[in-house]
Nanobody, 123 residues
Framework: QVQLVESGGGLEQAGSSLRLSCAAS????????MGWFRQAPGKEREFVAA????????YYAESVKGRFTISRDNAKNTVYLQMNSLKLGDTAVYYC????????????????WGQGTQVTVSS
């Protein structure tokens, strides 16, 4: 089992940058594929980015490709989401997710979830 705690959310202006962090408990972090998802008010939770256990495979949603970067530091049990050129449409609660196995873009593939961190982008 793993516990996930997101941090780094906040209120930013459009065009600015923000970095989210997700710290994982336990000593098996390197065995988990990690993902970031987001949920805006009134919308379904959607995939944002995912990274494999070694960091060698990364996936991005089309809406964030070229603006967001996912990375991980297995020594620090942490996965990051660097968000650049923020848009109003990026406003959402961002969730970190983890699971064993092949990295996936599918919400149902992740067993463990954090509580989320709010990102609000203003004009």
């Amino acid at each position: 089992q793993v516990q996930l705690v997101e941090s780094g959310g906040g209120l930013e202006q459009a065009g600015s940058s923000l970095r989210l962090s997700c710290a994982a408990s336990g000593r098996t972090f390197s065995r988990f594929a990690m993902g970031w998802f987001r949920q805006a008010p009134g919308k379904e939770r959607e995939f944002v980015a995912a990274i494999s256990q070694s960091g060698g495979i990364k996936y991005y949603a089309e809406s964030v490709k070229g603006r967001f970067t996912i990375s991980r530091d297995n020594a620090k049990n942490t996965v990051y989401l660097q968000m650049n050129s923020l848009k109003l449409g990026d406003t959402a609660v961002y969730y970190c997710a983890a699971d064993y196995g092949v990295v996936s873009t599918t919400r149902g593939s992740y067993r463990y979830w954090g509580q989320g961190t709010q990102v609000t982008v203003s004009s």
